[in-house]
C-alpha cells in the first residue's frame, strides 16, 4: 500500500515519561492551527491497594489547556498489556474523538471469553469513536495523520504517522532495546518482523517515538529515534538480519519473559477503551481469570 506520507509536515511533539509503567505518552500538536492529539495515554492504579487516579492525564490537561491547545483525537496505538488507558478521563475533560484500529474486536473477543464477560460487553468496538483501518488517515487541525496496520505485538497494533513524526506503539524500541514481546494471545513473531519491514520502509529521516522504554543497560530514558537509526542499529532487526534470525530470537526470548505486572487490570480496562469494568451493582470491579493466561 502507498502511504500519504508528507515529511514537509512537522507536528510539535511534547513527550510525558510515566516512570511506573515506562510508558511514553505524547501531545502532538499542530503548529499551524494549535489543534493537537493525544497519543497512549495512562491512567494510575495501585494494583495491591485496588486504587486507580489521574496524576498523569492531569499533567497532559494542564499543558494542554496552559498552551491553548484544542484535541482532536485520543489514540491509542493498540491495547496495552502494561499500563491503563485515561481516554474516559481525558475526553470528558478536553473533548476529542477516540480512537484505535478495527482490529479491536478480535481482541475483545479473545480477552471476553477468558475474563468469562457477559452479553453486555460489546465485542463490537463501539467503545470508541473511529475504529481506523490500514490506510486510513484523520485530521489534527490542518495536519493530515494516517494508520499502518502493524500486527504481531498483538493483532490489533497500528503505528500512527503525522508528517515527519511517527508513533510507534510497541512495533518497535529504541535500537539498543530492540522490538516487543510476541507471545500473548494472537501475538506472531513473523508477522511482528513483517510489520517492523513496513515501518524501516518509510523515509530514513523519519522521527520514530517509541511508547516504552526501560532504559537499557542503566541508559538515561530515550523515546526518538529515527527510520535510519533503527535500519542501521536495531539489536533485534537492524543490519539485515533475517525474518528467521528475528523469529528464533523472539520466541526463545519470549519463553523466558515474565507477564507484565498491570497485564489483569489493563486488558479488561483497555478492551473498553479505558473504562473500568463494574459489577451488578454498578461498582468499579476487576476479574482475576486463575490460569486464564
Same mark, same amino acid.
Not at 498552551?67 to 488507558?85: K, P, Q
Not at 514481546?181 to 523519519?206: H, N, T, W
Given at each position: 500500500m502507498d502511504y500519504p506520507v508528507d515529511m514537509t509536515v512537522k507536528p510539535d511533539v511534547s513527550a510525558h515519561f510515566d516512570e511506573a509503567t515506562n510508558t511514553i505518552t505524547y501531545i502532538v500538536a499542530d503548529p499551524n492551527t494549535g489543534h493537537c492529539a493525544i497519543i497512549d495515554s495512562v491512567m494510575d492504579i495501585d494494583y495491591a491497594a485496588g486504587r486507580i487516579t489521574h496524576d498523569h492525564a492531569d499533567t497532559l490537561i494542564a499543558?494542554?489547556?496552559?498552551?491553548?491547545?484544542?484535541?482532536?483525537?485520543?489514540?491509542?496505538?493498540?491495547?496495552?498489556?502494561?499500563?491503563?488507558?485515561?481516554?474516559p478521563y481525558l475526553q470528558e475533560q478536553l473533548g476529542g474523538k477516540m480512537g484505535v484500529g478495527e482490529k479491536i474486536i478480535e481482541i475483545q473477543k479473545t480477552f471476553g471469553k477468558i475474563f468469562n464477560e457477559g452479553t453486555e460487553f460489546q465485542r463490537d468496538g463501539?467503545?470508541?469513536?473511529?475504529?481506523?483501518?490500514?490506510?486510513?488517515?484523520?485530521?489534527?487541525?490542518?495536519?493530515?495523520?494516517?494508520?499502518? $496496520?502493524? +500486527?504481531?505485538?498483538?493483532? %490489533?497494533?497500528?503505528?500512527?504517522?503525522? *508528517?515527519? =513524526?511517527?508513533?510507534?506503539? !510497541?512495533?518497535? $524500541?529504541? +535500537?539498543?532495546?530492540?522490538? %516487543?514481546?510476541?507471545?500473548?494471545?494472537? *501475538?506472531? =513473531?513473523?508477522?511482528?518482523? !513483517?510489520?517492523?519491514?513496513?515501518?524501516?520502509?518509510?523515509?530514513?529521516?523519519?522521527?520514530l517515538f517509541m511508547c516504552h522504554d526501560y532504559g537499557p543497560g542503566g541508559r538515561t530514558i530515550q523515546w526518538e529515534t529515527s527510520v535510519a537509526e533503527q535500519k542501521a542499529n536495531n539489536i533485534h532487526v537492524g543490519g539485515g538480519k533475517t525474518r528467521a534470525d528475528f523469529i528464533n530470537f523472539r520466541t526463545e526470548r519470549d519463553a523466558q519473559l515474565a507477564m507484565p505486572k498491570l497485564i489483569i487490570p489493563s486488558l479488561q480496562v483497555n478492551m473498553r477503551g479505558g473504562e473500568v469494568p463494574t459489577d451488578k451493582e454498578g461498582n468499579p470491579m476487576l476479574k482475576v481469570p486463575v490460569n486464564g493466561l
Open positions: 499543558e494542554i489547556e496552559s498552551r491553548g491547545l484544542t484535541l482532536d483525537w485520543i489514540i491509542e496505538t493498540h491495547v496495552h498489556a502494561d499500563h491503563l488507558s485515561a481516554a463501539s467503545q470508541f469513536d473511529a475504529l481506523f483501518m490500514d490506510g486510513d488517515t484523520y485530521q489534527i487541525g490542518s495536519m493530515q495523520a494516517f494508520a499502518m $496496520f502493524t +500486527p504481531g505485538h498483538t493483532p %490489533a497494533c497500528m503505528v500512527h504517522v503525522i *508528517g515527519n =513524526a511517527a508513533f510507534a506503539g !510497541d512495533t518497535l $524500541f529504541m +535500537p539498543d532495546g530492540g522490538s %516487543a514481546r510476541c507471545d500473548f494471545p494472537g *501475538g506472531d =513473531a513473523g508477522e511482528l518482523y !513483517d510489520s517492523i519491514q513496513k515501518v524501516l520502509s518509510l523515509p530514513d529521516e523519519m522521527r
